[in-house]
């Protein structure tokens, strides 16, 4: 389930690192629950509809962004804490909210990137970060949706996830969260498996970090 997010206009200018803002929200709407876990059966996009300046992002008439998770319970503890408390930083503050079913898919999809995509792999103790110029890239992000499904009691057979090489807008960039420096991939990608598999990469998004705000798909 997924629900839309529109914003009022910004009241200051909105940094480009606003990522970690945006995932504190996220935590205050929710609150004390069990969502916050070690692996996270959610997503959510970045802000879209900014103008960007020299010194960070201006949201003129209102930002706009969305939310998933596969577990309704969750898209309900949400709306709720939206309700209560629907400011988030910089002058936005939620001003409508529209939800969102799962759509009917099909047995394969490409799907557009809310967020850039992140994939990390520990290796002899230190962090490696895949871009989709990797060959390894595709099973990584096979292995942590089949890890989701499985968290969430479902078939994690026959899935597969890959970037797509039609994609002709994709880029590799730098971004930082928290002062760290992550290597992520704007690109489409393709996924194939059982329809029921499809609803949940739309919901949970692909990668690692979906919780903090990579990975959600469009």
Request: charged share 20%; aromatic share 12%.
């Amino acid at each position: 389930m997924r629900i839309h997010l529109t914003t009022t206009p910004s009241k200051t200018i909105v940094p480009f690192n606003y990522q970690p803002v945006l995932t504190g929200t996220m935590h205050k709407w929710l609150g004390d629950n069990p969502f916050h876990d070690t692996i996270s059966l959610y997503s959510f996009s970045w802000l879209n509809g900014g103008e960007i300046t020299k010194k960070g992002m201006q949201f003129l008439n209102g930002a706009s962004f969305f939310i998933s998770g596969y577990n309704p319970a969750f898209v309900k503890e949400l709306v709720n804490g939206i309700r209560k408390d629907p400011d988030i930083a910089f002058g936005l503050s939620v001003n409508e909210i529209m939800i969102q079913e799962d759509p009917q898919f099909g047995h394969e999809r490409i799907f557009h990137p809310g967020s850039p995509i992140f994939i990390k792999r520990s290796i002899e103790g230190k962090d490696y970060h895949y871009t989709w110029e990797d060959p390894e890239a595709n099973v990584c992000l096979t292995e942590t949706l089949q890890h989701k499904l499985r968290k969430a009691g479902l078939d994690d057979k026959n899935i597969r996830v890959g970037f797509d090489p039609d994609y002709r807008n994709r880029k590799i960039k730098t971004i930082y969260y928290n002062k760290i420096g992550n290597k992520v991939n704007m690109s489409a990608v393709k996924i194939t498996g059982s329809p029921e598999q499809l609803a949940f990469a739309w919901n949970v998004g692909v990668g690692n970090s979906t919780g903090i705000g990579f990975g959600a798909l469009k």
